[in-house]
């Protein structure tokens, strides 16, 4: 298709970071830094967790954010006019969630999410019937059990964890699905597990890839965007005056007798402790020293996990070409490359405004960040008009995200990858002496890849680090380098 550059809003992420600026941040930004007890990196949802408990207990906390916005992976966009989620987007499973009783407390209006309310399109862009969605769901579900009678085999026979992909390819040897069936299997299993964990199959652990806990009940989605409640916990938790942005941490030492030292690429600073919630990915590409070195087993946890992929791109049209009354929320296309376009959900059911939002997750999602904003848009429009027509506008404005290639995050989230275990999760958040702690998503066994998961780390290490560093004084000291 060729898309008219002249339609577009032409919006590149670096834009919208300046201009979506909250007001904290903005009040962040002309901060000097001040003296602090603990030192956190990062102010995503566990940074500013750990802050908030640290705080309410007399601690004098600095937060040291690399961007020049908080949140990390919570990130609301109004560039569009309109809050737009670009990370997390949905609170998942409401009963006795903490996110939802803080969105609760601080009144930020939630909306229930319904899944079955959704329509699927095959490769030629015919809805499927009702008896064709449910043939379809019941081949998913019959070979899903199949291939945990492989997973529960294997275990019991003591054999060492291989793939998802592995064992799915072994159970289809016995089948003689047509290309089609084939098609909508692998259809399944992309929306209902690569989306899920932002990892293809052949990156999964068969063994343990959805070990974890969820919150009971049905998942919500914040009308007015995730980032409110990141902007609420900051006034709540009178932590203005404790975050600074713009401070890519380099380099962290607890070599010193006394406290950690952590450099910026502005500053030096020194404190009692420090607390890191670097995203695994970020933990992965080696950019942040540790002197010493991180211990073996941790360096082998982070290696062991993986990180993946799911990327969003919101499509604002100049109106609502698609059934506003169908009442769906989720549209599906089952295409003939396996996961490209395959989830979209229709925003207009939750703000009344023309704006479809496309997903891509795992190897996919990863393969599109190369493509310039143009081929991209192009390719989810071609699957757009396979459903509505040649005839359906252009988008008038986009946004897209490139999470991967994102230098804070290096990814979207957590998973389990062949391997590796739950217990990577626990060795990720243990403490390194009684300088070094850690939070994130990436260290909650019960609860990764989740915003309630990262807040309750966040709590956690604000926990061990009351009992391992007793209330004094200020001692941080800063020098200016440059
Ligand atoms: C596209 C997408 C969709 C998602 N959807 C959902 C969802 O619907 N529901 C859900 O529960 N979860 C979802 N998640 C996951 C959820 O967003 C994360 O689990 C959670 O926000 C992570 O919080 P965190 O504090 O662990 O990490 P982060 O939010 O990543 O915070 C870490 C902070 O460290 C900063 N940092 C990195 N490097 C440096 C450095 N060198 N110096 C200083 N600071 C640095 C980063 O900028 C960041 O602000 C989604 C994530 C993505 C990407």
């Known amino acids: ?65 690399a961007r020049n916005r908080i949140g990390g992976r919570i990130w609301t966009d109004n560039s569009l006019g309109i809050p737009l989620d670009l990370g997390a987007s949905w609170i998942h499973g409401i009963t006795n969630n903490p996110i939802k009783q803080l969105a609760d407390q601080f009144a930020l209006k939630t909306l229930p999410v319904n899944y079955e309310a959704r329509q699927i399109f095959d490769d030629n862009g015919t809805p499927l019937t009702a008896r064709a969605d449910t043939t379809l769901s019941n081949r998913y579900k019959a070979i899903y059990e199949r291939v945990i009678a492989i997973q529960e085999q294997r275990i019991d026979d003591d054999l060492s964890d291989i793939s998802w992909q592995t064992a799915l390819t072994q159970e289809l040897a016995n089948e003689n699905f047509s290309s089609t069936e084939l ?69 962290i030492d607890y070599t010193q007798r006394k406290g950690v030292k952590v450099t910026t690429g502005k500053n030096v600073f020194s404190a009692i402790a420090v607390l890191v919630t670097l995203p695994l990915g970020v933990l992965k590409a080696n950019t942040v020293r540790f002197t010493p070195p991180l211990p073996q087993t941790k360096q ?88 509505y027509g040649k005839t359906i506008p252009d988008p008038k404005s986009y946004l897209i995200t490139r999470w991967n290639a994102d230098p804070y995050a290096k990814g979207a989230y957590s998973f389990i990858g062949v391997g590796a275990t739950t217990k990577d999760y626990d060795e990720l958040a243990k403490p390194v002496t009684n300088k070094l702690f850690f939070a994130g998503e990436a ?6 890849a989740t915003v309630h998961g990262a807040f309750l780390s966040g709590e956690r290490a604000a926990k061990n680090i009351m009992s391992a560093v007793p209330l004094l004084k200020s001692v941080v000291k800063k020098s200016i380098l440059k």
């Open 300 to 387: 082998s946890a982070i290696k062991k996990l993986g990180f993946g992929t799911l990327n969003k791109t919101y499509f604002q049209f100049p109106d609502c070409f698609w059934k506003e009354d169908d009442h769906s929320e989720l549209y599906n296309f089952i295409s003939s490359a396996k996961g490209h376009w395959s989830e979209w959900l229709n925003m207009h059911h939750y703000n009344q405004q023309p704006v479809l939002l496309g997903f891509n997750a795992g190897k996919y999602g990863k393969d599109i960040e190369s493509l310039s904003d143009k081929a991209l848009i192009s390719d989810g429009m071609q699957m757009l008009q396979k459903t």
């Open 443 to 448: 260290t909650s066994s019960e609860y990764s």
């Open 1 to 65: 298709m060729n898309i008219n550059r002249r339609n577009f809003l032409k919006i590149s992420l670096q834009v919208i970071a300046i201009s979506s600026i909250s007001r904290v941040s903005q009040a962040a930004i002309t901060l000097t830094p001040s003296n602090a007890d603990i030192i956190i990196i990062g102010a995503g949802i566990s940074g500013i967790a750990a802050a908030r408990s640290l705080k309410a207990k007399g601690y004098n906390v600095l937060i040291l954010e």
């Open 183 to 251: 098609k909508e299997l692998y259809f399944s299993l992309n929306t209902e597990l690569e989306h899920e964990y932002g990892a293809d199959l052949s990156e999964l652990s068969l063994f343990n890839f959805d070990e974890g806990s969820a919150f009971k009940g049905i998942d919500h989605i914040f009308s007015g965007g995730y980032g409110q409640l990141i902007d609420k916990l900051v006034i709540d938790g009178k932590l203005t005056s404790n975050i600074l942005l713009n401070q890519v941490v380099k380099s």
